[in-house]
């Protein structure tokens, strides 16, 4: 793992990060698969970026290798949600890579999520310290401080925030296969409609105009 390149470190510890946080947001989630799912979101916050700026820092790839396997264990026993639904979409379509794919479709999802599952959400954030105004804090503001947590993440090993590759015209279709994929097959908090799913993917477009229209 040491020869990995930092976009492909950056992409697969994203991929893991995602498996462990829709196994904890699934609705099948267990005492069992919450252990696991929290010690790889910790592992991940910990240790990607040193995995992604230095390659050879093997203390840090073992501690990836020990999320990997700690969402995997976690999410082949809860299912997975959204996040995967449309990444598998965006897979096809684009060719774009699996754990890429997630990484950018993530925190639209979680806020999607929070909604209705705001107080799981919030949780993720304290069981990372990031709790910064103390134990009174509300659920909605810790679970838009995970949110915000995951995107500094991605920033930090260079994911982008947008998918250059989506098209306008794509996207209903795109959004169409997403639902149809998750509805009844995945345990998530809340279902999307094909109109709901189109606006979030919608705000991953590459490229937007001054006025707001794509471009």
Not at 37 to 48: C, E, H, Q, R
Not at 59 to 64: F, G, I, S, T, Y
Not at 111 to 134: H, N, Y
């Amino acid at each position: 793992m040491v020869g990995l390149p930092p976009p492909v470190t950056a992409a697969t510890g994203m991929d893991a990060l995602t498996h462990a946080v829709e196994s904890y947001l699934a609705l099948t989630s267990t005492p069992q698969t919450e252990r696991y799912a929290t010690a790889a979101i910790k592992l991940v916050f910990a240790n990607l970026p040193r995995a992604y700026s230095e390659g050879s820092d093997v203390e840090a790839r073992k501690a990836m290798a020990m999320a990997s396997y700690y969402a995997g264990i976690a999410f082949t026993r809860t299912s997975i949600g959204y996040v995967h639904a449309i990444a598998h979409t965006l897979g096809a379509y684009y060719r774009t890579p699996h754990g890429l794919a997630n990484a950018i479709v993530l925190p639209h999802v979680l806020e999607f999520s929070a909604v209705v599952a705001g107080k799981r959400v919030a949780q993720m954030a304290r069981m990372l310290g990031i709790d910064a105004t103390g134990d009174a804090a509300g659920d909605a503001a810790l679970a838009r401080a995970f949110i915000d947590a995951v995107r500094d993440l991605m920033s930090r090993v260079g994911i982008p925030a947008t998918l250059e590759a989506l098209k306008p015209n794509d996207i209903a279709a795109i959004a169409k296969q997403a639902v149809a994929e998750a509805y009844m097959n995945y345990p998530v908090p809340r279902y999307m409609t094909e109109t709901e799913c189109g606006e979030l993917v919608g705000r991953m477009l590459g490229r937007v105009a001054v006025d707001g229209s794509c471009a």
